[in-house]
């Protein structure tokens, strides 16, 4: 990747036009001309002044030219400076923060989960792919366990998520275990485990077995067999996608060839999620753009992506991915608003 200029190195006159460019190509999808911007009238400038301002900024690597007879458009490193100190400050209207904020208080979210419905909002509210990377199992936080006997050995543990999700899996004792014994084993698990993540759980419960009194306490041995069987933490994370049909209608998705990379790119999760999770360190929205990562070079898409999580501690991803001409002052607070509500959502459900 280019390195991008410093803002500063720029006279006031070009980070104007550079803006306007940027602006108008957001908004039409065509290369911008020296012409286009002088009808503008915002600079008192000729058109022949502008074209060679134009020819300035495409020496430094922000502006292309598609064509030689046409207008330019931004580069990779255009975008970011555009980003990073020329794009307009925007706070999200309040009719999208309210959309968002019963999106996720929903019954439909508690129903399915606060993870699917951040995914629909994020599509919905950008005409974009919405992507969520759900934490792996391990990293999922505990709000309540219970365990309900069925016939013989067997046991029935139900596991709810501060997510909102809700598993179940069926165990077996080594003998049968009255109803009574099970209701104060679910009581004890979740009080003492609540908030904590599964892997941390199962951490806990393996020091817990090596110290004297699990071998005399019945109750906590019991409780310690039953929740090493059901807290199975070992599945890797997973990736809710949405709005692909959206962005296959897109005039940059009319190219076949990059309509079947961007459904290999889906088809492997896997490593999707791998490479979100390296792009996402730290706090805050990072926008990755074209050639940044492998994950958006091939398509010349863009990410605007951030973390949640819980307490200060980073679950997962979500964000917008799509073709690089994106509304950036429109997205980048969406997504912020988003991720910091989400997370706030996931630590209400440890309290409710």
Known sequence: MTPTPDSQQLTARDREILKDVISVFLGTGEPVSSRRLAKLRRHGLSAATIRNVMADLEEQGLLWQPHTSAGRVPTESGYHLYIESLMP??????????????GLASEVAAGDGLMNSATHLLSELTSQIGIVVVPALGETVLKAISFVRLSGRRVLCILVAAAGVVDSKVVETDKPLPREELV????????????????????????MMSEER?????????????????????????????????????????DVDR????????????????????????RGVRVVIGGDSDLTSDLDFSLVATSYGVADRPMGALGIFGPSRMDYPAVIPLVNYLGERLSQALERTLVD
């Open 89 to 102: 400050s925007r706070n999200l209207p309040a009719e999208l923060r309210r959309q968002i904020d019963e």
């Open 184 to 207: 104060r084993i679910s009581n004890y698990l979740t009080d003492s485990f609540a908030g904590m993540t599964l892997r941390q759980i199962r951490d806990r419960l393996l020091a």
């Open 214 to 254: 699990a071998q005399v306490d019945r109750l906590l041995a019991n409780a310690i067999g039953l929740a090493r069987q059901a807290l199975v933490a070992d599945a890797a994370p997973d990736l809710l996608v949405e709005g692909t049909n959206v962005v296959l209608a897109r005039p940059e998705l009319a």
């Open 259 to 282: 309509v079947r990379r961007l459904l290999d790119t889906f088809a492997d999760k896997a490593r999707l999620v791998q490479l979100l999770n390296r792009l996402i360190e730290g």
